[in-house]
């Protein structure tokens, strides 16, 4: 018995020592700002949504990586896989977080609930090459609290292999019984409701109770058609054809796309949601100093590029969008043209009240 | 019936390690698919030891189920030595209850409502962030004593009471007495409840979930990567797990059966 | 008998502060969100909107009782299977069994899916044979499969480790008597297993109701059990603690309900857990 205790104690030893290497090949990196390593040996705890960050696959840069060796901050990443629960986390007072990137409605709510701190563009010296439409958007109208991210629509991935070239473009696919078991839907509230609300052809941010009721009755009726809810599962499910039919965002189709080119996209006719993913900086932050320095490091050119060809989302950064080796260049799905913009509609919050009365709403359907 | 009974038994061990089987292939798949196999390859195992995130999480569930499976036999030994010696058939009843609960409770409850204690006593004296190492630890060893306890209670209670007394009159302080003889005769339901504890730590998903912050242990690691798409590398971890696991196992094995062996030459 | 005592009772003290500490206490603050609103004054309406919720606590039930059913049904012949082979087979077998637990539940409950789906192993080997693909995956027989598969080992262990103590002599006794297998069976094998079959459906019955990762991995989100339905809530935030509280609160009083039925049946004192 002793052995066998000693023996684990040996291997607990041995993986924890194997821990310690490190087999990523740094970049020669090109910097506009300076970052000094005053805030060496600290830590910076970043919440970011899954597969959102260039993480050194595929010979790519490791963002976090590159960002520990140039300021010597050790970098705690952790993700969420949607804005209710990232809201959830920041709310509880179990974890504090030093850098967030939520959406649109989820920054205005955290706005309202006084949960953010104010950033200080000053010290943030690649903040001039977010372009100028992205700044004093209506989320955050004066500018105080957050830093574009990434921007993206919501539209149809389909697999033409499977269903032809030949698709109605439209929300109405979802509840189509020649798709039954085909088709997938969001994993969360709101998305999966957008997809109901574009069908009925309601406001998105509706303060009607009625509204939400007959988008979630359409929900209910439509469930049985459905294979499964899903969020970032989605690309096994589309990317090997276990699914034919999935809402979700532009910029991950392009990304599936890479996998399988049977893949192909469109944005429905009765219109989309486009959404702003922003930077943020909660209340409780512990490291207010080593938040700037890593917002600057997320806006430099050659970084930002990196994420924006690994995440495949429309970016609001000048360096990448007007930079012609980027992957995607004037990509006409993230950048359609002015003709060729959908009829979009922002997310916005919505007062508390209607907020839960939808949410019990997304509980009823998925207990349907 | 002899052939049937073992087909029997060969297909039940088998419906419990296909899955086993088939994550096994695909951490040999050369592309990142869990479910369409393209070709052989080495090349998630590769990836492993560059991943951090997955190493620095196996890392801080050895060193939970380590600590956790450490004190709780103590504190769990020492619990039913001290519950022995009660008299009051109420208190003990009372005790063994609370003692069951973690035990016969659903793991969401336990989880939800440590989270619920820390949160609020972490609110109560300022932390800003009141999850973590400390926590998760706590946790653990609350759902492992139940199992140490009722592991060491029935030896407690095969142990011979004279021995005890005579080691006392014989000059023993109670201390003494306690290790040198009721101690190695408990020691194998010691044994049992540590392994009980240290396994249950490890393979925990649901309590720490709720508790653990960004201290982070595997199964939330793998929890959180089954959220997208699992890639073959969480399979090669699990794998070389499993190897690990297996290969310690048979080495007990041979390890007791020799003891017992021995014993068994030394009895006659 | 005589009470023994090894030491003094003080020893136990850490450990009973511990537990009021780190068990009761947390549920009083459980019990106390359930029974409060958001702005702490006390109310019954989450308790009273449980309604709401009862389909989720129906499904749970009912998965669980079937899928308990089915362990049991394939766990009792495995482990008599197990007692009749010699002694170094039954412990091999025993490690082999238990083998599976040491590793994470979550990827081997995963791995399923890649039997299962469309484009999973049986379809892909079914569709070789020109049998079109089978609706296997995010149904509730997935769920259902998951769950006896993830908890059969702690049905196995409990019927095996009280099986393989029940002495021979009496199986020649009765064998002696005249008794046919059945009569064995019912007399003799079946009532003296019976706080191991006790304590494996409770150690399969408790997790399956109460489980919330099975659900959303093989039955594709489209199921909510009571834990799926605590899990939603507790990842909306604050705001819905007291409903996840309350729900927490039935479902700790359901699962206790039954174990007080089910130890009814069983006189063994220490309440009917073996491992």
């Not at chain 1, 970016?315 to 969008?321: E, G, H, K, L």
């Not at chain 1, 002015?338 to 907020?355: C, G, S």
């Not at chain 2, 292939?25 to 393209?38: A, G, I, K, Y």
């Not at chain 3, 103590?165 to 019976?194: C, M, Q, T, Y």
Request: hydrophobic share 45%.
């Amino acid at each position: 018995m002793k052995k066998f205790i000693s023996l684990i104690l040996t291997f607990i030893l041995a993986f924890a020592l194997c821990g310690c290497d490190y087999a990523y090949k740094y970049f020669d990196l090109d910097l506009k700002a300076e970052y000094s390593r005053e805030l060496e040996g600290t830590t910076l705890t970043v919440y970011n949504w899954g597969e959102y960050i260039s993480d050194g696959s595929d010979d790519m840069i490791d963002v976090n990586a590159e960002f520990e060796r140039i300021t010597g901050i050790k970098v705690n990443y952790l993700m969420f896989e949607s804005n209710e629960t990232m809201y959830s986390q920041i709310k509880s007072g179990g974890i504090t977080y030093d850098v967030i990137i939520p959406s649109d409605y989820m920054i205005q709510r955290l706005i309202k609930e006084n949960e953010l701190l104010e950033i200080d563009t000053s010290k943030i010296s690649n903040y001039s090459l977010i372009e100028e439409k992205y700044k004093n958007i209506y989320f955050d109208p004066e500018n105080k609290y957050s830093i574009p991210y990434s921007v993206g629509m919501v539209g149809i991935i389909y697999n033409t292999a499977q269903l032809g070239k030949d698709i109605e473009h439209s929300w109405n696919v979802l509840w189509d019984k020649k798709y039954k078991d085909m088709t997938l839907n969001f994993n969360n509230p709101r998305d999966a409701f957008m997809t109901a609300q574009m069908l009925l052809g309601q406001d998105l941010n509706s303060t009607n109770k009625s509204d939400w009721d007959k988008a979630a009755d359409l929900l209910k009726k439509g469930k049985d058609n459905l294979q499964s809810y899903v969020m970032d599962e989605v690309y096994g499910k589309m990317e090997t054809g276990e699914a034919a039919i999935a809402p979700y965002y532009a910029g991950d189709f392009l990304t599936m796309y890479e996998v399988n080119e049977d893949l192909a996209f469109f944005y429905p006719q009765e219109g989309t949601n486009v959404f702003i993913d922003s930077i943020c900086i909660p209340k409780s932050a512990k490291n207010y100093e080593a938040a700037l320095m890593y917002i600057n490091f997320l806006l430099e050119p050659q970084i930002a590029t990196a994420n924006a060809e690994y995440i495949g989302y429309a970016s609001p950064n000048t360096a990448v969008i007007n930079n012609p080796d980027y992957y995607y260049y004037k990509n006409e799905i993230l950048y359609p043209g002015d003709k060729d913009i959908p009829k979009v509609q922002y997310y916005q919050d919505i007062a508390d009240e209607i907020r839960i009365y939808y949410e019990m709403l997304w509980c009823d359907v998925k207990l349907y | 019936m002899k052939a049937l009974s073992r087909l029997y038994i060969a297909l039940i061990l088998f419906f419990l390690y296909a899955p086993v089987l088939v994550m096994i292939f695909f951490s040999f798949n050369s592309s990142s698919s869990v479910w369409v196999f393209e070709g052989f390859s080495l090349d998630w195992y590769l990836s492993l030891i560059s991943n951090s995130t997955m190493l620095g999480a196996l890392k801080h569930t050895l060193v939970i189920a380590v600590l956790s499976a450490v004190i709780s036999t103590v504190l769990g030994t020492a619990a039913a030595v001290g519950i022995m010696a009660i008299r009051s058939k109420l208190a003990n009843k009372l005790i063994m209850a609370t003692t069951n609960i973690p035990m016969m409770n659903a793991d969401i409850v336990t989880g939800i409502s440590l989270m619920f204690l820390f949160v609020f006593v972490g609110k109560l004296i300022g932390l800003s962030e009141s999850l973590g190492f400390v926590t998760v630890l706590i946790a653990h060893i609350t759902f492992n004593l139940p199992y140490v306890i009722l592991s060491v209670l029935p030896k407690l209670k095969q142990t011979d009471a004279n021995l005890h007394e005579a080691a006392l009159d014989l000059g023993c302080t109670p201390v003494k007495a306690f290790f040198k003889v009721i101690l190695p005769s408990i020691s194998t339901g010691i044994a049992t409840g540590m392994i009980m504890a240290f396994t249950l730590s490890l393979d925990d998903f649901v309590i720490s979930y709720f508790t653990c912050g960004d201290y982070q242990t595997l199964p939330i690691i793998i929890y959180n990567m089954t959220k997208k798409s699992v890639t073959p590398d969480t399979y090669a971890l699990s794998t070389l797990i499993f190897i690990v696991i297996f290969l310690l196992l048979i080495f007990y094995n041979m390890v007791s059966s020799k003891a017992e062996r021995k014993a068994a030459k030394r009895r006659f | 008998m005589n009470k023994k005592s090894f030491g003094n009772k003080l020893v136990a003290c850490p450990y009973i502060v511990w537990s009021a500490i780190f068990i009761i206490v947390p549920l009083v603050i459980m019990a106390y969100f359930a029974l409060t609103d958001a702005n702490g004054v006390f109310t019954l309406a989450n308790l009273a909107s449980l309604g709401r919720y009862k389909k989720a606590f129906a499904i749970s039930i009912v998965y669980a009782v079937i899928s308990t059913v089915i362990t049991l049904l394939l766990a009792y012949p495995m482990a008599y299977f197990m007692t009749k082979l010699k002694i170094s087979s039954q412990k091999m077998i025993m490690m082999i069994v238990m083998l599976p637990m040491w590793m994470n539940f979550l990827i081997r409950t995963y791995s399923w899916i890649s039997i299962l789906a469309n484009t999973g192993i049986i379809n892909t080997v079914l569709g070789k044979l020109g049998i079109g693909p089978l609706k296997l995956i995010n149904t509730p027989g997935a769920v259902i499969l998951g769950m006896v598969y993830d908890f059969i080992p702690y049905m196995i262990l409990p019927i095996y480790s009280v099986m393989s103590k029940i002495d021979n002599s009496l199986l020649e006794a009765s064998d002696d008597l005249g008794a046919n297998a059945f009569n064995k069976f019912k007399r003799v094998i079946f009532p003296l297993s019976r706080p191991g079959v006790i304590s494996g459906i409770t150690m399969v019955f408790v997790p399956s109701v109460s489980t919330f990762y099975i659900s959303q991995k093989l039955g594709g989100n489209k199921t909510m059990l009571i834990g799926d339905t605590i899990e939603y809530f507790y990842n909306s935030g604050p705001d819905y603690y007291n409903i996840a509280s309350a729900i927490s609160l039935i479902l700790m009083v359901l699962i206790m309900l039954s174990l007080f039925v089910m130890n009814r049946f069983t006189n063994d004192e220490s309440g009917g857990v073996v491992i």
